[in-house]
């Protein structure tokens, strides 16, 4: 059976769903898991894991904890120490600054935002969006070790039952970087690669003020975050961190809604891949709605606060 070390990021003691995700990607891949976690609380996190396909988990300890590239030497010295076949990480900043950095370790390649993963005998391989999400292409490595991380919201998590065998690994490379202060953001808004829901807004809002109907209908869903189109970026309505698309961040949520955007290559290549996807544009002949799976065509001012009334009311139903 191939085994991988999968790295599982946490917060206040619980593992995050991306990581989750990357545990269930390999778990149903018929991979043995043994999740690796760094800094404050990683031992607690350590211990919620069971049932969510590893096996085994341990906890990186030592000063240089906060240290990307000290961590990424010892995940390296985990995986040769339990002969694991690979790494993998979810497609978060984090998962791919460290994934990069092993598979420099362990001498691999790294595939990166994949959205399969398939074991045959022993051999490992991945799907992945090619040609701005165009094409599917399915990779294998034929290096030593196989490194991949996992798009977000994606992969299924593991809802089994059972317990983790907890061990310790400590961090032994003298660490390049130091962190000076780590200070929390002032919002706890969700970001738009990790939020189930996304709801986008384009330049068919017509103004900076109109986003507040599309952060009203997040807001009904709960669990959404704001994105946008690169116009309403480049014009200043919404900041960077929160665009979609070629250039900004490509995301997979399980409903993706898109309001008053055109549908450009390069906004699709951003969230063609999403669960499902509702476009609101005025123009019925819009490139959207060949990606989208509903449709509705009209004045998206109308529309938008209509649609958060219409969740709020089943939301109020239970
Ligand atoms: P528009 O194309 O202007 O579309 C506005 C839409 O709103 C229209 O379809 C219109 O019918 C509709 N509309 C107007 N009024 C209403 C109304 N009242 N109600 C409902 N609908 C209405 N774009 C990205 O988004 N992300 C990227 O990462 C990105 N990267 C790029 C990289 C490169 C190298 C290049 C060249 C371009 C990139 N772009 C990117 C830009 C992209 O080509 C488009 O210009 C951009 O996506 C258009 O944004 P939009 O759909 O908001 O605006």
Not at 17 to 33: I, K
Not at 150 to 158: D, G, H, I
Request: hydrophobic share 45%; with cysteine.
């Amino acid at each position: 059976m191939t085994t991988l070390v999968v790295f599982v990021e946490h917060s206040g003691g619980n593992a995050r769903r991306g990581s989750l995700e990357a545990l269930g990607a390999a778990h149903a891949a018929g991979c043995d898991c043994i999740a690796v976690l760094a800094g404050a609380d990683a031992a607690q996190a350590a211990q919620t894991l069971g049932g969510s396909g590893a096996t085994k988990a341990v906890v990186l300890t030592g000063p240089a904890e906060h240290s990307a590239d000290a961590v990424a030497s010892a995940i390296a010295e985990v995986v040769g120490a339990q002969g694991a076949d690979g790494f993998l990480a979810a497609s978060t900043h984090h998962g791919q600054d460290l994934a990069a950095r092993v598979a420099a370790h362990l001498d691999s390649v790294l595939f990166s935002d994949c959205t399969g993963l398939t074991s045959e005998g022993d051999s490992l391989s991945v799907q992945r969006s090619w040609l701005a999400g165009k094409a599917i292409a399915q990779l294998t490595s034929t290096a030593p070790a196989f490194c991949c991380t996992t798009r977000l919201n994606v992969f299924e998590v593991c809802e089994g039952e059972g317990s983790v065998e907890v061990s310790e690994h400590a961090i032994s490379a003298e660490p390049k970087t130091r962190v000076v202060s780590i200070e929390a953001k002032g919002d706890s808004k969700l970001d738009v690669k990790e939020a189930p829901v996304v709801v986008s807004g384009g330049r068919g809002m017509k103004e900076a003020e109109h986003f507040s109907l599309i952060e009203d209908l997040a807001a009904a869903f709960g669990n959404a975050a704001v994105g946008a189109s690169r116009a309403v970026v480049d014009t200043g309505w919404r900041p960077h961190s929160e665009q979609v698309g070629q250039t900004g961040k490509v995301v997979a949520p399980q409903l993706y809604v898109a309001v008053g955007i055109s549908g450009a290559i390069q906004h699709l290549a951003g969230m063609r891949t999403s669960g499902t996807i509702v476009a609101i544009n005025k123009d019925a002949e819009a490139p959207i709605f060949k990606v989208a799976d509903y449709g509705i065509v009209g004045d998206a001012l109308e529309i938008v606060p209509a649609l958060a009334e219409a969740v709020r009311a089943v939301k109020a139903e239970g």
